[in-house]
């Protein structure tokens, strides 16, 4: 029979004890040090691991350790040496060296080593484009060369080849793991963990979230590094919470205080957590830094003649009609339902705009130019491929197949890259191409950001122009929301001039109805 009371690991890496109800064993927790957080009576109470030994004095006698407690406290019994010096660790970097395949780092880059090589938690999040991988692999490589570290990267699986291209090109061992699977613990030996695209983990309830806050606090971490270019991708701040937990951060020590001061939608309150968070958050944007061809957007307001304005109108009014009939039902209960109506505004907007995606895409390459093509829908795609061929790239593929057919684009005469935000957005240097189209636009201008700057980055020769295609009302929505968000985004980095509206998804819904 199972025990019923006993000391165990949480999920997330947190001390959880377990056990029946009783006040006096509550009693004896609330005097616990540091203190604890009660959860409710299905989790109970969970304390840093720091809380352990008074723990075990308090109830060791009747309650029994698990098996996974009871090797973390054994390794925490040996805790790691202290690093070297920062003067040491950035001797050690040998920034002034050419590196083996004959690169040198721009002087941001060097920044940011000495800047991470200071912190044993951090989140870089330097806009795309601007060498954070190899940034960070330089910087663990300075702790492996002067500790004994072992180097861990977590990273979306379709970018594990450009880790291990980047890795071996100093020369440096890494360990790859995937977010689709994530270890339940590090290794025994000290480690270095770098996290990529950070911003997968901004679900504190997720399972991969719960995963990497437990690898965040065992005893074996010599040093998390955060990277992502997007770590606010909406624009709200209990996106940054579960970045601030995995990096010990003391204002994600409460979740429900942080809510309160944080969440909601004040202005003051952005920039309250701008400077709050500013020692661990190194956020620059590319114009600041280097010299790059300059990136413009333009919007291109998409006319139907008569009878494929009553093919548009048909089918929204259909889906309109579909929505209006689910609420009559009472069966539309969250903002769930207006995303769903949006989503299929939008995929209807995209399938009328292929006659003019295919005559500005054709365009472009008949001008001897590169262009990649995204959308959040892969019919659209695979419709555009059929006219003017060139490469797809959605999740359809496998990583292996995408990877050839990214290969493909950039080493061959093909002009024309077709792909999804989800595939093409993410990690990627597509550089070749000097123009971006983008069909539609998705809600988070992080993911508009990602998919521009996959071509907008270090060793860009040409400007690049990046093609709004906008039809309806749903997409005048959409963009309009993202300028918002971005607007939002801006006020954390400190700009204190930027003024922001809020519009939910309900908001955005009304307003669609009623014009249409």
Known sequence: MAPSCYLDLSADGLLKVVFPFDGVTDAQLKKVRPKGTWNGVQEGWQFPLSAAQELLEQLGSRFLVTNDLARWLQLVRHPLGPLPSHEELMVAASLDR?????????????????????????????????????????????IVRSTDALVMVIAPSCLHSLWTEEANAIDLPIILKSWASLPRDLPNQETVLIVDEAHFAQSIKANRT???????????LRAIWLLTGTPMKNGYPSQLFPLLAAMQHPIASNKKKFHRDFVDDQHQNLLELHEATASFILQRRKLNLIKLPPKTRIKHPVKLDSAKTLGFERRVSLAIDDYRFRVQQGLVRSETESLVLLTALRQIGAEFKLPEAYSLIKGIIDQDQSVVCFSSFVTPLILLRRRLGGELVTGRQSIKERDISIKRFQSNPSSLLLTTYGSGGLGLNLMKANHVVLLERPWTPGDVNQAEDRCHRIGSKWPLKSHWLQLGIADQLVDATIEKKEKRIDLFLGNRQVSIERQSFSEMVRLCMQFL
């Open 98 to 142: 050419e590196l083996p395949d004959g690169r040198s780092l721009f002087p941001h880059q060097r920044f940011a080593v000495s800047w991470l090589l200071s912190r044993k938690a951090a989140l870089l999040a330097d806009e795309m484009g601007l060498g954070k991988t190899l940034t960070a692999l330089l910087a663990s490589q300075a």
């Open 210 to 220: 719960q995963a990497l806050l437990r690898l965040s606090r065992h005893p074996r």
